[in-house]
Nanobody, 124 residues
């Protein structure tokens, strides 16, 4: 059984920073590829970032230069450091583990393993 637990969401002002964490436990190895997705009200879930087993990340254009995706394999945890937050970043953020990362296409294809989500609100 695979369990993903996200944490770190909250309310932040525009321009502020926040760090999300996703702790993974269960049958998925500590070096599995992982991804971050987000879903805003009325919108489809969209990819934000992904990271391979070796720690190389990919980002969608809208967050590139502002978000940093990194992992600590010893802690089985992936992090998403979010800086210069904008109102349009507000969403429920989900992590996914065990998917397939496509570096040439800069995409992460999710597996069936999702966390419960953590809410990010960006508002003054």
């Amino acid at each position: 059984q695979v369990q993903l637990v996200e944490s770190g969401g909250g309310l932040v002002q525009p321009g502020g920073s926040l760090r999300l964490s996703c702790a993974v436990s269960g049958s998925i190895g500590s070096r599995s590829a992982m991804g971050w997705y987000r879903q805003a009200p009325g919108k489809e879930r969209e990819l934000v970032a992904g990271i391979g087993s070796g720690g190389s990340p990919i980002y969608v254009d809208s967050v590139k230069g502002r978000f940093t995706n990194y992992r600590d394999n010893a802690k089985n945890t992936v992090y998403l450091q979010m800086n210069s937050l904008k109102p349009e970043d507000a969403a429920v953020y989900y992590c996914n583990a065990g998917g397939v990362i496509d570096y040439s296409g800069r995409y992460y294809h999710p597996s069936a393993y999702w966390g419960q989500g953590t809410q990010l609100t960006v508002s003054s």
